[in-house]
């Protein structure tokens, strides 16, 4: 008795997987609905949450979250079909079955995802989307300042629930860009500062020269403003027309860009509304750029047609954590984030020129920002920096990106892949590589079996 209880485990596991077997005739989308059903306890009508390029709705739900036009062009690899589980219980089922089925996955949220990872394989045909759309709660609880957010969800939707406090100007000079590095991530805890650089045309239009836009979010009234910012940056010469007293949900607003006067409710719509063609790189810089390097970088960014940077500040509360508390490694000694970007119109009739652009502004800039390793930030995903081969990844080849992205935390993310993920079902062209484990496994043979 004791002996057929203790079997009973591995006699049910036995038992499920192969009872649940697939048709090689049928689908792969028929053969996920089969499966989804077999390791469900209820059996929903899975099909209504499938839409494959058969349905109308296939486009609209592709692009719904996307960023970037470049990877939705027809030439992009397409997904056999999209997934958007109800709920969690149907996220479980769909991991499962993409691994029993061997599909290859990718899982989408609401953000970013600069290089379409969570849309597009470059590596790997065929492969499907799971969607989280349909999971994107946000709970939050003023008591203990925390809040739970789905993972469907877009950040403005949190911003929105957690609303429930910014003023901005605009001058252009490379002497003030040169102080606003020295000045902007220890001016005041409740500041927050940052600098867009585009060209812009002249008066008289017939040239263009380079605009810089401090753009900023202060926690507190316009008044305690102009005294912080008269006692530590007059150079900017903010006055209180240049100031804008509003809730920080409108704020959130402000500092995302959409027009005067939209409603806070547009964050909950949970789309992106800014969809372009573009490619992004970005920087983290910890000694302020001299003058003469600003001013070979003005001369780039004049040569392109819509280039964009946005310098955000450091220091404050990102100084307050080391840089292991969080895989996030960016912290002291961190002034600013740089985030470079080229954007175009014209589909991908022209986008190598305008990739070839701004790796050329990257190499640039190489002096000028961190080393040893040159950090890049991980939501400004940027593949120029290395990929994982096929469905197959290398831990030496990971650490190119993955040194640049999470420094000493790399290691650390690699084991806890190592021991959560050891077949590597997640994966993309730069996710974590597990270490091999086929060695520990022989062990576990020989000991038990
Ligand atoms: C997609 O088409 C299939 C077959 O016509 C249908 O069963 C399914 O409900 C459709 N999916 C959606 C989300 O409308
Ligand atoms: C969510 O999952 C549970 C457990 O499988 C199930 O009972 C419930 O019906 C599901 N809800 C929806 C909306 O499908
Ligand atoms: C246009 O303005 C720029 C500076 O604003 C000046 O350098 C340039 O000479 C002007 N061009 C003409 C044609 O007036
Ligand atoms: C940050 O770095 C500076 C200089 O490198 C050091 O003096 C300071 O103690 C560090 N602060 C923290 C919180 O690690
Ligand atoms: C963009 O592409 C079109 C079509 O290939 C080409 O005619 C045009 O010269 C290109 N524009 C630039 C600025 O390279
Ligand atoms: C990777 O792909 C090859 C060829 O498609 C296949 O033989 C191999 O089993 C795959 N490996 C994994 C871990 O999926």
């Known amino acids: 008795m004791v ?25 792969i989308e028929e053969n996920f609905i089969q499966c989804l059903s077999f390791y469900s306890d209820k059996a929903p009508p899975f099909s209504s949450s499938i839409v494959t390029p058969k349905n109308d709705s296939f486009t609209n739900v592709l692009d719904s979250s996307a960023q970037n036009l470049r990877l939705l062009v027809p030439s992009a690899p397409k997904p056999e079909f999209i997934f958007t589980p109800l709920n969690e219980s149907h996220v479980q089922v769909a991991v499962i079955c993409s691994k029993k089925l061997g599909i290859h996955m990718r899982v ?8 379409g990872l969570s849309y597009v394989s470059e590596i790997e045909t065929p492969f499907i989307i799971i969607d989280l759309a349909k999971l994107r709660a946000v709970e939050v609880d003023i008591q203990d300042s925390s809040a739970w957010v789905q993972a469907g969800a877009t950040v403005g939707e949190a911003y929105y629930r957690i609303s429930e406090k910014s003023p901005t100007l605009e001058q252009d000079a490379t002497k003030i860009v040169q102080r606003w590095q020295e000045v902007a991530p220890n001016i005041d805890e409740e500041l927050f500062m940052r600098v867009i650089i585009q ?11 380079i605009s810089t836009s401090y753009n900023a979010l202060f926690l507190g009234d316009a008044d305690t403003l102009l005294q912080v910012m008269q006692q530590k940056f007059p150079e900017l010469g903010l006055t209180k027309n240049d100031c804008l007293e509003t809730s920080w949900i409108k704020s959130v607003l402000y500092i995302a860009g959409f027009p005067k006067d939209t409603p ?37 960014l004049l040569e392109e047609d819509s280039p964009l940077m ?19 490694p960016h912290r002291n000694g961190t002034l600013y984030k740089i985030q470079y970007l080229t954007l ?19 190499n640039y800039m190489t ?15 940027d593949l120029d920096l290395g990929m994982n081969k096929k469905n197959s990844t290398s831990y030496i080849q990971a650490t190119a990106w993955g040194n640049m992205y999470f ?43």
């Open 3 to 27: 002996l057929l209880r203790s079997h009973l485990p591995t006699l049910l596991v036995l038992l499920l997987s192969s009872i649940f077997s697939f048709s090689n005739s049928a689908s």
């Open 108 to 115: 989408r949220s609401g953000g970013h995802d600069y290089e």
């Open 199 to 209: 060209p812009a045309s002249t008066a008289n239009k017939t040239e263009r020269t």
């Open 264 to 300: 806070p409710e547009v964050l909950l719509q949970g789309k992106s509304t800014f969809k372009n063609y573009f490619k992004a790189k970005s920087d983290f810089v910890r000694d302020p750029i001299p003058e003469t390097g600003l001013e070979g970088l003005w001369q780039r």
């Open 310 to 328: 946005i310098w955000n500040p450091y220091g404050g509360m990102m100084n307050s954590f080391s840089d292991s508390d969080s895989p996030f």
């Open 344 to 362: 175009w119109q014209d589909g991908d009739k022209n986008a190598t020129k305008h990739i070839e652009w701004i790796r050329k502004l990257y």
């Open 367 to 381: 002096p000028y920002v961190s080393k040893f390793p040159r950090e890049a930030y991980v939501n400004y995903r």
């Open 407 to 449: 420094k000493d935390n790399f290691n650390r993310l690699v084991k806890i892949k190592t021991k959560f993920d050891p077949e590597n079902v997640f994966r993309h062209e730069q996710s974590i590589p597990p270490l091999p484990v086929s060695r520990l496994k022989d062990r576990k043979c020989n000991k038990w079996g």
